[in-house]
Nanobody, 115 residues
Framework: QVQLVESGGGLVQAGGSLRLSCAAS????????MGWYRQAGGNQRILVAS???????NYATSVKGRFTISRDSAKNTVFLQMNSLNADDTAVYYC?????????WGQGTQVTVSS
């Protein structure tokens, strides 16, 4: 089992920045990929950014150049630095961790961008 705890969401004005954190615990050595997803209203949960054990990153087209995913392996923590935020970024952001057995989710953190 893997447990994920997110922090760092909140209310920010358009053009501003936020940094999300996700601390992993439990069977962390089994994790292959960690990432951030977001879900706005009744829409599907979609991938925002991911980072593999080897450090390869992947971003949704809508956030490329604005968001950066990184990790602190010593602290088992993944970060999402979000810059130049706009109203379309408003959503609940979920941390995700995957291994060969399962998909794990955090509880979600709300990000609201006011225009």
């Amino acid at each position: 089992q893997v447990q994920l705890v997110e922090s760092g969401g909140g209310l920010v004005q358009a053009g501003g920045s936020l940094r999300l954190s996700c601390a992993a615990s439990g069977n962390i050595f089994s994790i292959n990929t960690m990432g951030w997803y977001r879900q706005a209203g009744g829409n599907q949960r979609i991938l925002v950014a991911s980072i593999t054990r080897g450090g390869s990153t992947n971003y949704a087209t809508s956030v490329k150049g604005r968001f950066t995913i990184s990790r602190d392996s010593a602290k088992n923590t993944v970060f999402l630095q979000m810059n130049s935020l706009n109203a379309d970024d408003t959503a609940v952001y979920y941390c995700n961790a995957r291994n060969i057995y399962d998909n794990y989710w955090g509880q979600g953190t709300q990000v609201t961008v006011s225009s």
